[in-house]
């Protein structure tokens, strides 16, 4: 009987050997792989966190350009706007022969044959070259004209009028009018470009 119960205890205590022998085995197999596993998504993650991090970068940078390319504009702008400011500012402070040799150009392009009123501003009455201009022109174009001066709105430059239909030559009216086409100019003289 003691061989029998010995021969079960070794047989059992085989068994049981083999069995934690093959327990140890897959644990062994298993945690390696669980390993392995644990590498691969960490590698994912660290591939995922690096993709993610360089977007942000790219990101942050083209903001940062958008920013300095918005600024640059405005600031362009604001140059833009005193150099057009300033040319309006000069052109209204002409005097003397500068302010009747404009006067003069403007009215030679606009002079037709017919009769005509032009409205001068009470206080910058033509000299008397200009009056003699005036009157060069007028009969070079076939065009009577009498001058008046009482209009509070011409505070520069001249209102012409032919019958019922009035052209608004102040240096205001003809800024306002031209006044993209002097701001492309003003830009590529400052810059080189058209803004």
């Known amino acids: 009987m003691k061989k029998i119960t010995d021969s ?20 062994e ?3 390696a792989e669980t390993e392995k596993e644990c590498e691969r998504i960490e590698a994912e993650e660290h591939k995922k966190c690096d993709a993610e991090r360089q977007r942000l970068i790219k990101r942050c940078a ?8 918005t600024r640059l504009l405005e600031v362009k702008q604001e140059i833009l706007t005193g150099a ?32 005509c009123v032009i409205y001068f501003p009470a206080d910058r009455k033509p000299s008397r070259a200009l009056e003699k ?7 070079n174009a ?14 520069d430059g001249f209102v ?7 052209e608004n030559c102040t240096f205001e009216a003809l800024f306002n009018e031209r006044k993209s086409e002097i701001t492309d100019y003003a ?9």
């Open 160 to 166: 012409l009028v032919y019958g019922g239909i009035e």
């Open 142 to 155: 076939g065009c009577t004209y009498s001058l008046a001066y009482d209009r509070d709105s011409v505070k």
């Open 84 to 115: 057009v400011n300033n040319a309006y500012g000069e052109m209204t402070s002409l005097s003397g022969e500068e302010y009747d040799e404009i006067i003069g150009k403007l009215l030679a392009s606009r002079l037709r044959s017919g009769e």
């Open 62 to 69: 083209s903001a940062r350009a958008s920013r300095q390319r």
């Open 8 to 27: 079960i205890m070794l047989e059992a205590k085989q068994a049981a050997e083999k069995t934690a022998a093959e327990a140890k085995y897959d644990a």
């Open 29 to 31: 197999r298993l945690l």
């Open 133 to 139: 201009e005036l009157k060069k022109l007028a009969e």
């Open 187 to 195: 830009a590529q003289l400052l810059f080189g470009t058209e803004e």
